[in-house]
Structure formats: structure tokens, C-alpha cells
């Protein structure tokens, strides 16, 4: 790869005394030799941070083998790509390689979310709340004793939550997407899906405790 034009001059600085950010910039951003083998370097340390994170999350996304290892692979290599890019916005407040590492996990949420939609066995219409007890593994007797709860829930998802709000919860809790899929089909991002999701059970606490069904002690600790 060629040493990036936008450097020089305008190359980010690291924190003082952080030498092996100073090292890290200067290879990359040099040429030759030196720089190949800072590349592979990086490379490797971005492979192995993508590995351990979809090896963390694929679980929910019933990826293993091959496939887990491809998608750690181009999770990795794209990574590489965009941190090389970006050498110029690198303003030292971490260590590099802590930099470089959110990269690597951005990602592989990006991937894993893709990954999900070519056979999700799940679509985003329409809803199935009395499926709802069976997620939160109720038997049958508890499950006839949970009907007037589930229709006051249904009711403050319906009353309470932004349609966005409720997308997103209907998504997560009555169809189980994973977070990375429902933020790459939104075309938005994870912290954006857990913000919603923060507040659209913060909402539905309040509802629930106002119509008697939790105490405000049990919605203050949840």
C-alpha cells in the first residue's frame, strides 16, 4: 500500500510520552520495508480484536466455522483499510492501537448485522405478542396468569413509544433481532438502537408502575 498523501504536515501527534502511538504513526505513515511490516503488524492485532468479537457475539447470530472466521477476516482487512485512512484524525487521546481497535469492532458489527438479513428467518411486519411469554420461558399456567399483563403492555407500547421506540422494540423483544442486524437494517447505529431501547423501557416501567402492575421500588432497581 502507498504511504498516504494526507499526511505530513498535518500528521496527528500522540499524547506526550506515548511512544509506541509516536512509532505506530511514523511506520505507517512512512514507506518501504518498515512500513509493509507495520501494516502486518496492525493487521494482526486487528484480526485477533475481531476474532475474540464475533467469536463473542455470534451465539445469537448461529454463525460458526468457516464463516465466523471469514467474517473476522474481512471485519479485519476492512478495518486495516479504514485506519490507514484515517491516520490524519488520530488525535492521541488514547493509545493508538486502543484507536484502532474500535475500528475493528465497528466493523464487525457492520458484518454481523449484514450477515443476519441473508436468512434471518424473521421479517420486521407484523407482530405476534402471544409469543412473548414463550421468550421469557413462562409455562402454560403462568403464561394464562401473565394475559392481562401482556395487554397492558401491548397497550403502553402502543400508547407510550415513539414509532421509532417501538420498532426497535418489537424487533428486539418480540422477534429477537440481534442489535447489529437491527442497526444495520435501520441504517443507524448500536448506541442509537440502545438509546432507544433505554428509553422506550424507562417509558414502559412508568407505565406499568402508574397502572399498578411493579411497584416503584422494583422500577427504581431495574
Not at 46 to 66: H, W
Not at 186 to 204: E, G, H, P, Q, W
Request: aromatic letters at 8%.
Amino acid at each position: 500500500m502507498a504511504a498516504d498523501p494526507g499526511l505530513g504536515e498535518n500528521q496527528a501527534t500522540p499524547a506526550s510520552g506515548d511512544a509506541e502511538s509516536a512509532e505506530w504513526l511514523r511506520t505507517l505513515g512512512g514507506a518501504g520495508v518498515e512500513r509493509e511490516a507495520a501494516v502486518e503488524r496492525l493487521h494482526a492485532i486487528l484480526l485477533r480484536v475481531a476474532g475474540n468479537e464475533v467469536r463473542r457475539r455470534a451465539p445469537r447470530l448461529r454463525l460458526a466455522g468457516p464463516e465466523l472466521d471469514d467474517v473476522a477476516h474481512q471485519a479485519a482487512a476492512d478495518a486495516l483499510l479504514a485506519v490507514i485512512a484515517k491516520l490524519g484524525e488520530f488525535r492521541g487521546e488514547s493509545r493508538f492501537t486502543t484507536w484502532a481497535y474500535k475500528f475493528a469492532v465497528l466493523e464487525v458489527s457492520a458484518k454481523l448485522g449484514r450477515h443476519f438479513w441473508r436468512d434471518p428467518g424473521v421479517r420486521l411486519e407484523g407482530e405476534d405478542w402471544e409469543r412473548l411469554p414463550d421468550r421469557f420461558g413462562f409455562d402454560p399456567a403462568e403464561r394464562s396468569e401473565w394475559h392481562d399483563l401482556l395487554a397492558t403492555l401491548r397497550r403502553a407500547v402502543d400508547e407510550e413509544l415513539t414509532e421509532r421506540q417501538r420498532q426497535i422494540f418489537v424487533a428486539i423483544v418480540l422477534k429477537g433481532v440481534p442489535t447489529d442486524a437491527l442497526a444495520v437494517e435501520l441504517d443507524t447505529n448500536r448506541n442509537a438502537v440502545y438509546k432507544a431501547m433505554f428509553d422506550a423501557r424507562r417509558k414502559l416501567r412508568a407505565a406499568l408502575v402508574a397502572r399498578g402492575y411493579l411497584d416503584i421500588g422494583t422500577s427504581r432497581r431495574s
